[in-house]
């Protein structure tokens, strides 16, 4: 594919409700980034995969979230049990190793 | 404690003037800076790289200068246009960590 692509781009949800948002990475890259960003803020680490090696988790906000990569390609982004405070636009990114990042549209979560 | 700080408020240029933006860090020993722009609604797009023993580095409109011992960053666009109107972060990988650490961004808006 030309580019990251993400999906939905939209999703509108009810507290308590469990959402997976998914990632196509660029083809060939290694390395597949997870992040949150609120209304105005700046991008909240939440996990990295690298390679085949084991993903960096320690953004992760709580034990609700998780996130696998499969293939070492398409990675999914699980919230279990959504709450109002995770309402967020949930942006995956992926690079070469230590190498600018490529970003997807974003998924925008809005959780009632 | 370690952090990234770019300016919150809103940069406000007239066009055709060079706008600069800031980036300044805290004890970071980074091995380089990137900076991106983001458009509303969008994921942030890369668009310069610079590294540790990098003073300045050019594309087109665009310069970016690195000065290590300031701790600082400055983003430089000349003959400033309406269509970069947007905002702009800026990221860092420490020398020991893969992972990009994301200021807040700046807003620009170049006013006809």
């Known amino acids: 594919g030309a580019g990251v692509s993400q999906s939905p781009s939209n999703k509108v949800t009810e507290k308590g409700k469990d959402v997976e948002l998914r990632c196509d990475p660029i083809?060939?890259?290694?390395?597949l980034y997870w992040y949150r960003q609120s209304l105005g803020q700046g991008l909240e680490f939440l996990i990295y995969?690298?390679?085949?090696?084991?993903?960096?988790k320690s953004g992760l906000p709580s034990d609700r979230f998780s996130a696998e990569r499969t293939g070492g390609s398409v990675s999914t982004l699980t919230i279990q049990r959504t709450q109002q405070e995770d309402s967020a636009v949930y942006l995956c990114?992926?690079?070469?190793?230590?190498?600018?990042?490529?970003f997807g549209p974003g998924t925008r979560l809005t959780v009632l | 404690s370690q952090k990234i700080e770019q300016n919150s408020e809103a940069l406000n240029i007239q066009e055709g003037k060079t706008a600069t933006l800031t980036c300044n860090y805290t004890?970071?020993?980074?091995?380089?800076l990137q900076w991106y722009r983001q458009d509303p609604g969008r994921g942030p797009v890369f668009l310069l790289l610079i590294r540790e023993n990098e003073k300045e580095k050019r594309k087109e409109r665009l310069k970016v200068t690195f000065d290590t011992t300031l701790k600082q960053s400055l983003f430089h666009i000349t003959a400033s246009q309406p269509a970069d109107s947007a905002t702009y972060l800026c990221?860092?990988?420490?020398?020991?960590?893969?992972?990009?650490?994301w200021g807040a961004g700046t807003k620009l808006i170049i006013k006809p």
């Open positions: 004890n970071y020993s980074p091995a380089y």
């Open positions: 083809s060939g890259h290694t390395a």
């Open positions: 990114a992926s690079s070469s190793i230590y190498n600018e990042q490529f």
């Open positions: 990221a860092l990988r420490a020398d020991s960590n893969y992972q990009l650490i």
């Open positions: 995969f690298q390679g085949n090696s084991a993903p960096d």
